[in-house]
């Protein structure tokens, strides 16, 4: 799976900045160490302390207060062409293989060259790994497993839910229900997310034009790509290109 690093920060025991309110075009994995990161996510409130984890998923309307105390955290903005069906708030979940696995993020360093930058995503694959283990998503049956496999693995193809189907061996109403009631949206939800995703991820490195990029990502027909694109993320994917030069 495809993942574009765009920003990674430890923050060792100073007072957190303030992030104006924004919708991020990006995930972004946070992870606190020790202290209280006071933030407001699509209008509601969250005080995020030691061994507490936000992921937040493009599209976020994120405010972050300016803190008045030390903290100690760590953040990941980037890109996957991989859904990640984690809630938006994890508490307990940082182990000490994540604490680990963050101090091998430290040793990398900070100012990062393009090795540097490849470790730190294969170290970054590895922490949502964990995150992973350590909540609910474990848990889903074999059957919604197997089908976020098989999605994940064939999204660039041509997908219809008889495929998937066929492919898991279950009916497509047991199947739409069970991967309904556990993962919070229908099967092609998931795959238009799931592609959607991977384009952004596409998009942000810039080195093939909208159309291939369509193409790359299961869909034939631009016009109806670019439609599904500005429905899911509010713009298109040229404005959507804009949109991240700004942030340079």
Do not use: W
């Not at 006071?38 to 405010?63: D, E, H, S, W």
């Not at 979940?93 to 430290?106: F, N, Q, T």
Request: aromatic share 12%; with cysteine; hydrophobic share 35%.
């Amino acid at each position: 799976m495809k993942l574009s690093l765009y920003y990674f920060r430890h923050n060792k025991n100073l007072a957190c900045y303030t992030l104006t309110k924004s919708r991020i075009p990006f995930y972004d994995l946070t992870i606190v160490l020790d202290g209280t990161l006071n933030y407001t996510l699509n209008g509601k409130k969250y005080a995020v302390t030691k061994n507490q984890v936000l992921f937040l998923p493009p599209n976020t309307i994120r405010y972050r207060e300016k803190g008045n105390a030390p903290s100690n955290y760590v953040s990941f903005n980037f890109l996957y062409d991989k859904t990640i069906p984690f809630p938006m708030y994890l508490k307990n979940a940082v182990d000490k293989k994540i604490i680990a696995l963050i101090s091998a993020c430290d040793t990398v360093g900070g100012a990062l060259d393009t090795l540097q930058k490849n470790i730190i995503k294969n170290i970054l694959k590895a922490i949502i790994l964990s995150l992973q283990k350590n909540t609910e998503i474990s848990k889903f049956s074999k059957l919604t497993q197997d089908t976020l496999s098989y999605i994940q693995n064939n999204y660039k193809n041509r997908l219809t839910v008889p495929m998937i189907c066929e492919n898991v061996s279950y009916s497509a109403p047991h199947l739409s229900r069970t991967f309904k009631k556990e993962t919070g949206q229908s099967v092609i939800d998931y795959l238009i997310t799931l592609r959607i995703e991977a384009a952004k991820s596409l998009i942000i490195e810039k080195e093939m034009p909208m159309s291939k990029i369509a193409a790359q990502v299961g869909y034939d027909d631009y016009n109806y790509f670019t439609h599904l694109f500005k429905k899911r993320v509010g713009c298109s994917p040229l404005n959507y290109t804009k949109n991240l030069n700004n942030l340079d």
